[in-house]
């Protein structure tokens, strides 16, 4: 049996979520998902391909980005441990992703053909559930991302980002979280001084 889709593991994860499965919803599950290991700096999904995976962090880090009309990297969201990766909207319209989706560590995802995940949660109401779930966590995020450009400072940007991730900053490279929270990693540093400084 799969070392994280388990029985063991069902009791925790989906748990965490609100959700638990039977073990009708449970075998569906594991009828569909696989265990596989993603090395840091590799990809579960590059820009310009089609979006047809999508997959549960297990264990590890990724992050969404693009790369701009200058060239520059930048970070869009990251998905610790508990977060479903794939690209939505490209799998709903057919379209190339505009993304790419990197692990920043040795990840163990649970990955499954999005259109099998898709015709078993057409016929179980727990895993339709579990979908919803993942689709309001994904809204949720990306829209308080969105909101904290118009409503926060950098500074404030700063202080959401530990309090929503705490831990997550001494995971990820400065000039990635700099990126995400659109300014320079001098201006990074230039907060975290500041903020030092004040304590």
Do not use: W
């Not at 727990?126 to 979908?131: G, I, M, N, V």
């Not at 904290?148 to 950098?154: A, E, G, Q, T, Y």
């Not at 500074?155 to 490279?173: C, G, M, N, S």
Request: aromatic content about 14%.
């Amino acid at each position: 049996m799969d070392k994280y889709l388990n029985e063991n593991y069902n009791a925790t994860y989906f748990k965490e979520k609100g959700i638990m499965l039977d073990n009708d919803s449970f075998a569906l599950m594991q009828g569909i998902f696989i265990q596989k290991t993603i090395r840091r700096d590799m990809y579960f999904l590059r820009e310009g391909e089609p979006s047809t995976e999508l997959a549960m962090v297990m264990k590890g880090l990724f992050r969404t980005y693009y790369i701009d009309e200058n060239g520059k990297d930048i970070t869009k969201y990251f998905y610790p441990e508990g977060s479903m990766i794939f690209s939505y909207k490209a799998y709903i319209t057919g379209e190339k992703s505009m993304y790419s989706i990197q692990a920043l560590e040795d990840s163990e995802i649970l990955t499954a053909r999005a259109s099998d995940f898709e015709e078993v949660v057409k016929s179980n109401i727990q895993l339709l559930s579990f979908y919803k779930k993942i689709l309001d966590d994904a809204l949720i995020m990306k829209e308080e991302h969105a909101c904290s450009f118009k409503l926060l400072n950098s500074v404030e940007r700063y202080k959401q980002f530990l309090a929503q991730y705490p831990e997550l900053e001494k995971r990820v490279k400065q000039y990635q979280l700099a990126s995400y929270m659109g300014i320079t990693p001098v201006s990074l540093s230039r907060i975290k001084n500041n903020l030092n400084v004040n304590k």
